[in-house]
Every structure is written in C-alpha cells, then in structure tokens.
C-alpha cells in the first residue's frame, strides 16, 4: 500500500540550531503534504499546508519564519525548525495527499525532537 | 470542518467485537467520514472511510447511519495490537481535503 516516509524518526539538538524534517511519498504523487504537531497526550494540532510548487499556508499562531516548509517536488515535503527552544520539542507528524483526491490520507511515522 | 465527538475511552476484550461510536450532528452532504487510528509514537494510520454507505475492509467495518449523523466502526475481533486512540475525523471533498482537525479520540484498551 501507499507509503509515506518521515525522517529522521527522532532528533535530539541544541537550543539555537536548525532542524530539517523530511516527508516523502513513497509510490504515489503528493500535491499536498500536511504538517502537524502532537505534545504529550494531546491530539495532533495541524501547522501548515505544504503544496508542491508553491507556498506554504499556515495555521493561526504557526510562525512561518519559525517553521520553514519547502514542497519541491511532488514526492518531497521538508520541514525546518529555525532556532530551535525547549519549546519546540515535540512530536513532528507528516501526512500525505494522493493527487487522486478523495482517497485515504498516508501518514509518516513522526519525528521526535528534543531541543536541550 | 465540522465537529465530532466521541467516548473518552472503551475497553475490550481479546477476540470481542468493539463498537466505536461517532457522532457528527452537523455533517454536510459533501464530508467523509474517515477513521484513523494511533499507536503510542507513531503516526495516525489509516483505518476505514466513507461518505454513506456501509463500508467492510480487512481492518473494520463502518456503519454509517441513515440520516449520517452518527458512525460507527467495527472491528470484529479485537486483538491486543488494536489497543490505540481512534480518531473519527470528517473530510470536506474539495481543494481542502486532507486538512484534517483531530479531536481527542477514543482511547480504547484491549485486555487479554
């Protein structure tokens, strides 16, 4: 079945770095990629909408200088965390659209990052 | 998107059917009602969805109620490696769709 892969599955880095996520689909074309976050026994909260070729859409509080999302090609979604803080640990979860629409939504299996 | 709510938390036993209730009273004709499913660290996994008919696959079934204001996934025999949040999510048709609003799901247990 569909797959979409998320890397890395965690990261550990220090306050004031940048971290790159990746979220690729695996054996489908993804116009839309989804970024969301998820704290410790709460629900996915959605950050933005990435679309292949243009820019991305934030939800309301999402810094988009914070959280840079780059959607180059139609199989490639990243997400970078500027300046990471201890508050931006969490977990970073990925989710992919079959350009067929309608069709099942594919998630990676997350990132876990820990900013020290 | 409109809301959804659903029970808290459920408990089931190993090889026992488990009925998952959703209720979506302000459902629109175009949303889809779609199941995921969440192991603990690890993302959502696709479970099952549709739009009104009943729907069957190798995971569950959905029942979906006449009027769709309410759903309800089947598994038909539950299996400790079921035990996980179910989230009911409705997923408007359209140049949205896949931005998803998760609620806080059904956190079922499943006892051996």
């Known amino acids: 079945g569909a797959v979409v892969s998320q890397h890395p599955s965690w990261v550990i880095c220090k306050s004031g770095t940048s971290v790159k996520i990746e979220c690729r689909s695996l054996?489908?074309?993804?116009?839309?990629m989804f970024w969301y976050r998820q704290f410790p026994k709460q629900s996915l909260m959605l950050m933005a909408t990435?679309?292949?070729?243009?820019?991305?859409?934030?939800e309301q509080g999402v810094e988009k200088d914070k959280f840079l999302i780059n959607h180059a090609s139609l199989t490639l979604s990243t997400l970078t965390v500027t300046s990471a803080h201890p508050e931006d640990s969490s977990f970073y979860i990925c989710?992919?659209?079959?350009?067929?629409?309608?069709?099942?939504?594919?998630f990676g299996n997350g990132t876990r990052l820990t900013v020290t | 998107d409109a809301k959804t709510t659903q029970p808290n938390s459920m408990e089931s036993n190993e090889e026992e059917p488990v009925h998952l209730p959703c209720n979506h009273s302000?459902?629109?004709?175009?949303?889809?009602i779609h199941w995921y499913r969440q192991l603990p660290s690890q993302g959502p996994e696709y479970v099952i969805h549709?739009?009104?008919s009943n729907v069957n696959n190798r995971m569950a079934s959905l029942a979906i109620a006449e009027d769709r204001k309410s759903s309800t996934l089947i598994l038909h025999r539950a299996t400790l490696r079921d035990a996980a949040v179910y989230y009911c999510?409705?997923?408007?048709?359209?140049?949205?769709?896949?931005?998803?609003?998760f609620g806080q799901g059904t956190i079922l247990t499943v006892h051996p």
């Open positions: 989710s992919a659209r079959d350009a067929r629409g309608n069709s099942p939504l594919h």
């Open positions: 054996d489908f074309q993804a116009t839309t």
């Open positions: 990435s679309n292949e070729g243009s820019k991305a859409t934030y």
């Open positions: 302000t459902i629109s004709g175009t949303d889809y």
């Open positions: 549709g739009l009104t």
């Open positions: 999510i409705l997923i408007a048709g359209g140049t949205s769709y896949g931005k998803l609003t």
